[in-house]
């Protein structure tokens, strides 16, 4: 039997054995440099450690916040983690972090990731709605506050912007993005961007951005999740790729992914896309994460076997982080010493994930971002509510407004509050809420009272579900409609039926809100419709019957604030829709920028592009929004009548406010190349303002077109300023502009 270590021999024996893995275990030095410190950690890392570097596992929830998974600890400790999804809290990420920066052999900081979409606890309107705003300072301060909150919970990195353009409004996913246009959606993904990386990564605020999905997922077939995309060449590069390349111009530092395929490749084995352009072309430098359990999903697509496969098409294509599968750690192992798999691969992903640590400044503190005192203070702030109060009242559209129905007079004797919608705080949040919780929110009903105080007597009736088909509570709210002076109808959808996997057939009010509309508008009491959802909605009947219709989206924790803001006249509407309203569903996909064809919409000839039924114009335009106030637009100059073609051209138009109210507007600039090489849409966004105008007052607005803003894409997809005509227009919306000429010369 051996003899027990005397108790000062066996403390130095642990000095001793804690020094050396202290000495093994040591970070890289920051000072030395991102490339050398990346190498040299790189150089003493097992297989299976650089594996693990390259998987993200999904925490689960517990009565004390997001954990780890079951035996998260362990593989922490032993290397097999790089990162994890849906955990945070600032002292419980530092407890991991220490585990892994203290008890794991290399000492490798974790990246610790969520759905930070449009704010962590204070939530800001849904994307598509912050859109509709047209204020980019407005939306990169949204995802500023957004950054800061998060961070200050311990996270790292966000899987937002989601920068998808999407033309069909069946698909759930329109929410999250900024709509159908390129233009405005690639302003949007650089503001993103730099909201949430801020300008300096290693600062403790910041978060790496995730611009996803790469690239065409908003035009999956049939508006279903997930589905088949077949996108011809040039409307990839001319559609859905401008927003990544703005992403990248803005240096995000990570993409993700799409779930569809592009020309029969799944995005997440299409190395031309990643390698070639992303990487090649566009110099991306960041890290590439998975979708969810997106690796595995190769072989439901018919392009792997095995899940070892999977993996090899996955590393090969350049995507470095497989979020949840497992592939990458279980799988790829036996590949590299198999020789199925290069390790120079793995070795390319590892120094993107360790750069992504290294930028973030975990290696000099990997604590910084886990201060419960930071935490603390800087989560649902004053000031972050009153942010998202503000772009809340910027994301409303007035669609219609007949007879000046808005803004309502508070000296009211009775307001009747009717609608699904009027007293639901979940709904106001809408979908991908991170950190949100119900109880933050102000309800439509709530801002309301508050606004009128106790002077004006407030009634309130559901009337129906948002979505079944019960009509019991209809008679009860006609009531309520008959003792007041005004009604207030909140209708639309609920928060899950849309975001993900929510698509839908019909772009109908849902349930029995039509009837209960009817039934109110019968009272002949004057009523204000309010709608709420995440894509488009046909309503024809509100448009033929209710004299004032606000899309309100779904506005956020200072939702029923905002709206009695604007329904009562304190503030302005201002939005513009950054999406075409159908008049039903059939005309989907519709969008302004569409092309002329050789046969366009003629109402006096049969044999043109439009339908039977139903005209072949939107029920709303693109840029369509009105407000309290009218504008006019006049003397719309370009600088030049004839420019060379690498010549920029200078455009100005005088707006003036004709009402009796102070107002904002979004001057609208768009562009048609007149006769090309190659067929071009009937028009395109090029520019926007906002200006705020006081009654009376001109204002010219001026805007600078690059000659990058003149090109088109040739037949070979080059791209090329060509000689010829050009109009530009000015306008409040996309269908009512002014326009001028200029022609472009040979230099």
């Known amino acids: 039997m051996a003899r027990p270590m005397p108790f000062k021999s066996l403390f130095g024996a642990l000095l001793l054995l804690s020094l050396a893995a202290a000495a093994v275990a040591r970070p890289p030095n920051p000072a030395a440099g991102e490339e050398a410190a990346v190498e040299a950690l790189l150089a003493r890392m097992t297989l299976e450690e650089k594996l693990g570097q390259l998987t993200q596992y999904r925490g689960r929830g517990s009565e004390t916040g997001p954990r780890v998974p079951e035996g998260g600890e362990a593989q922490i400790r032993a290397g097999q983690v790089g990162s994890f999804l849906g955990v945070y809290g600032a002292e419980y990420s530092r407890r991991m972090q220490q585990v892994a920066v203290e008890e794991s052999r290399l000492g490798i900081p974790l990246l610790f990731a969520h759905d930070v979409i449009h704010g962590f606890r204070t939530i800001f309107p849904v994307p598509l709605g912050e859109a509709a705003s047209f204020d980019v300072a407005a939306v990169e301060r949204a995802a500023r506050i957004a950054a800061v909150e998060a961070s200050a919970h311990g996270l790292h990195w966000t899987f937002a912007p989601m920068v998808d353009i999407a033309r069909d409004p069946r698909w759930g996913r329109i929410v999250e993005g900024a709509g159908e246009d390129p233009h405005l959606g690639s302003v949007l993904a650089a503001a993103r961007v730099r909201g949430f990386q801020g300008t300096d990564l290693a600062a403790p605020d910041t978060v790496l951005a995730t611009a996803k999905h790469f690239v065409a997922y908003g035009g999956a077939e049939g508006g279903r999740d997930y589905n088949t995309v077949d996108v011809s060449e040039r409307t990839l590069h001319e559609i859905y790729l401008p927003p990544f390349e703005a992403a990248v111009e803005a240096g995000v530092q990570s993409i993700m992914p799409a779930f569809n395929e592009v020309a029969g490749v799944p995005m997440h084995a299409h190395r031309r896309l990643i390698e070639d352009l992303l990487r090649g072309q566009w110099g991306f430098d960041g890290l590439l994460v998975s979708d969810y359990n997106a690796i595995q999903e190769?072989?439901?697509?018919?392009?792997?076997?095995?899940?070892?496969?999977?993996?090899?098409?996955?590393?090969?294509?350049?995507?470095?982080?497989?979020?949840?599968?497992?592939?990458?750690l279980d799988d790829v192992p036996g590949a590299v010493r198999g020789a199925r798999l290069d390790e120079a691969f793995v070795d390319a992903s590892v120094r993107r994930v360790l750069r992504a640590k290294y930028r973030l400044g975990l290696f000099d503190d990997p604590y910084r971002y886990s201060d419960p005192r930071r935490e603390a203070a800087l989560t649902l702030t004053a000031a972050h509510r009153e942010a998202a109060r503000d772009l809340a009242r910027k994301s409303f559209v007035l669609l219609k407004n007949e007879g000046d129905t808005l803004p309502l007079s508070k000296r009211q004797g009775t307001v009747a509050v009717i609608g699904p919608l009027a007293d639901d705080p979940r709904q106001m949040l809408g979908n991908w809420v991170a950190a949100g919780r119900a109880?933050?929110?102000?309800?439509?009903?709530?801002?309301?009272?508050?606004?009128?105080?106790?002077?004006?007597?407030?009634?309130?009736?559901?009337?129906?579900?948002?979505?079944?088909?019960?009509?019991?509570?209809?008679?009860?709210?006609?009531?309520?409609?008959?003792?007041?002076?005004?009604?207030?109808?909140?209708?639309?959808?609920?928060?899950?039926?849309?975001?993900?996997?929510?698509?839908?057939?019909?772009?109908?009010?849902?349930?029995?809100?039509?009837?209960?509309?009817?039934?109110?508008?019968?009272?002949?009491?004057?009523?204000?419709?309010?709608?709420?959802?995440?894509?488009?909605?046909?309503?024809?009947?509100?448009?033929?019957?209710?004299?004032?219709?606000?899309?309100?989206?779904?506005?956020?924790?200072?939702?029923?604030?905002?709206?009695?803001?604007?329904?009562?006249?304190?503030?302005?509407?201002?939005?513009?829709?950054?999406?075409?309203?159908?008049?039903?569903?059939?005309?989907?996909?519709?969008?302004?920028?569409?092309?002329?064809?050789?046969?366009?919409?003629?109402?006096?000839?049969?044999?043109?592009?439009?339908?039977?039924?139903?005209?072949?114009?939107?029920?709303?335009?693109?840029?369509?929004?009105?407000?309290?106030?009218?504008?006019?637009?006049?003397?719309?100059?370009?600088?030049?009548?004839?420019?060379?073609?690498?010549?920029?051209?200078?455009?100005?138009?005088?707006?003036?406010?004709?009402?009796?109210?102070?107002?904002?507007?979004?001057?609208?600039?768009?562009?048609?190349?007149?006769?090309?090489?190659?067929?071009?849409p009937v028009k395109e966004l090029r520019g926007f303002r906002r200006v705020t105008l006081q009654p009376g007052e001109s204002r010219t607005v001026a805007f600078r077109l690059e000659p990058d803003a003149l090109a088109v894409l040739d037949a070979e997809l080059r791209p090329v300023v060509e000689p010829g005509s050009f109009t530009v227009f000015a306008g409040g919306s996309s269908a009512d502009t002014i326009e001028a000429s200029f022609e472009v010369v040979e230099d």
């Open 439 to 680: 109880a933050d929110a102000v309800t439509p009903l709530d801002g309301i009272r508050a606004a009128l105080g106790p002077e004006v007597r407030v009634l309130h009736a559901q009337g129906t579900g948002i979505r079944n088909g019960d009509t019991s509570g209809i008679a009860a709210a006609v009531h309520l409609a008959r003792q007041a002076d005004v009604v207030i109808l909140m209708l639309g959808e609920d928060h899950e039926m849309s975001a993900e996997a929510n698509n839908r057939t019909s772009l109908d009010l849902p349930g029995a809100q039509r009837r209960l509309a009817q039934a109110v508008h019968a009272t002949g009491k004057p009523v204000v419709a309010v709608l709420f959802g995440g894509r488009p909605l046909s309503v024809n009947w509100l448009d033929q019957n209710v004299p004032s219709i606000l899309m309100a989206w779904f506005p956020g924790v200072e939702a029923g604030n905002a709206l009695a803001d604007v329904l009562f006249g304190d503030h302005a509407p201002s939005g513009k829709l950054p999406v075409t309203f159908p008049r039903n569903v059939g005309q989907v996909p519709i969008h302004y920028n569409h092309k002329n064809t050789g046969r366009p919409p003629d109402a006096k000839d049969k044999y043109t592009s439009k339908y039977l039924d139903v005209a072949w114009t939107p029920l709303y335009p693109f840029g369509h929004g009105l407000g309290y106030t009218t504008f006019r637009y006049q003397d719309l100059r370009v600088g030049a009548a004839r420019i060379g073609r690498g010549d920029p051209v200078d455009v100005e138009v005088t707006v003036t406010n004709t009402g009796r109210r102070a107002g904002d507007e979004v001057v609208q600039l768009y562009l048609r190349d007149d006769v090309a090489s190659v067929t071009r």
């Open 298 to 328: 190769l072989m439901p697509h018919g392009v792997a076997a095995t899940r070892t496969d999977a993996g090899i098409l996955g590393l090969e294509a350049g995507v470095d982080v497989d979020m949840v599968s497992g592939i990458y």
